[in-house]
């Protein structure tokens, strides 16, 4: 039975009434729940509480849906009969939009509440819908969820929001923590959100990382913004020209889980000169104990590490790369710009982030 009465009937004397002093964590519906915010994991969106549903089950009452749809706030002005008489005649009743009260959790109470799940299932969401999310809540509220969140999560989830941003998320993180989350993250996306904090905060930062993922994100500092080696990332696959097919492809199985891409592979000696480059199509297309130096690609399409970032876009969409090496003066491969990196600037981030990531 679902309670529609203005209120609720009490079946005993108010003398027979025992007093009773709710304790400290106790809940109060209208203070701490209606008119808050809630996220709607499900739907991946930030919702308001425009009113509770209560039901009699066996004499208990119990809260069981949150009213997130307009019929919540009708009711609440006291237009019930209007809702009805609208709906009789056969209105739509589109208004009425329900979350299970079993599927929310509160936070503190100075804070929104959001779905109740395990925290593996809202780890489980997109890093894009992730920061949607919490682009939608004020800062101090995105940092509450990230707070609940795994490490290698928040990381994925920050690369998803513009650097700025960033750095309001992470002001209320411990300074290790943030190491961490920086260490998880790609060397040119840590570079990025270090640029905008002050220059001793930064190396505080980096001096609490580990020393090679540091020294990675310092090499990309060196550079200007808004030039190739700025931009670039160190994570990427390097194979020499003697190794066959099946080679290649054991070799990958054993070192390239944390590179960016590995949609191409790059061929350099041991001097680190860059020779070729070969798609991952092209090694599963070609027989196990062919030789890379057959099939690689040697007229080589290459950026500069201080070319402009405009310049790179342009080069990335005139050929239609995915990714493109990043040499100096000597042809040595010091990293590779990705199609989505080397258009961040030119097109709005919200839309950079959903073109298709062909290269992972």
Request: proline fraction near 5%.
């Amino acid at each position: 039975m679902i309670l529609t009465a203005r209120s609720i009937p009490i079946r005993k004397r108010l003398s027979e009434v025992i007093s009773s002093q709710p304790p400290d964590h106790a809940l109060y519906l209208i203070r701490d729940v209606l008119d808050k915010q809630i996220i709607d994991v499900n739907g991946i969106r930030v919702v308001r509480v425009n009113d509770l549903e209560l039901t009699n089950v066996n004499g208990d009452i119990y809260v069981s849906n949150v009213d997130i749809g307009a019929s919540g706030i009708i009711r609440r002005l006291g237009l019930n009969k209007l809702l009805r008489m609208f709906e009789s005649r056969g209105g739509s009743a589109a208004g009425r939009v329900f979350i299970s009260w079993d599927d929310v959790e509160l936070l503190a109470s100075d804070q929104p509440m959001r779905l109740k799940v395990p925290g593996e299932k809202l780890a489980d969401l997109h890093p894009a819908d992730l920061a949607e999310i919490i682009s939608d809540l004020s800062r101090a509220e995105s940092s509450k969820i990230l707070e609940t969140l795994d490490v290698k999560v928040v990381a994925d989830t920050l690369e998803e929001v513009e650097p700025d941003f960033q750095v309001s998320l992470i002001e209320q993180m411990p300074d290790e923590r943030i190491a961490d989350v920086l260490e998880e993250m790609a060397p040119d996306e840590a570079a990025d959100l270090l640029a905008e904090l002050p220059d001793e905060r930064g190396e505080e930062l980096l001096n609490l990382m580990e020393t090679a993922e540091a020294e990675d994100v310092r090499r990309l500092l060196k550079y200007p913004d808004e030039s190739a080696g700025g931009i670039m990332t160190t994570e990427y696959a390097t194979v020499r020209p003697h190794m066959t097919v099946t080679q290649v492809l054991d070799f990958l199985r054993q070192t390239s889980g944390e590179a960016e891409t590995i949609y191409y592979l790059y061929v350099t000696d041991d001097e680190n000169h860059l020779q070729g480059v070969f798609s991952l199509r092209q090694l599963v297309l070609n027989q196990p104990l062919t030789p890379i130096s057959e099939f690689m690609e040697t007229k080589l399409i290459t950026v500069g590490l201080l070319d402009e970032q405009n310049n790179v876009a342009q080069l990335i969409s005139k050929y239609n790369l995915l990714a493109v090496p990043v040499v100096d003066d000597e042809h040595c491969l010091h990293g590779i710009v990705t199609a989505d990196d080397a258009l961040d600037k030119i097109i709005p981030t919200a839309w950079k982030k959903r073109l298709p990531r062909l290269y992972h």
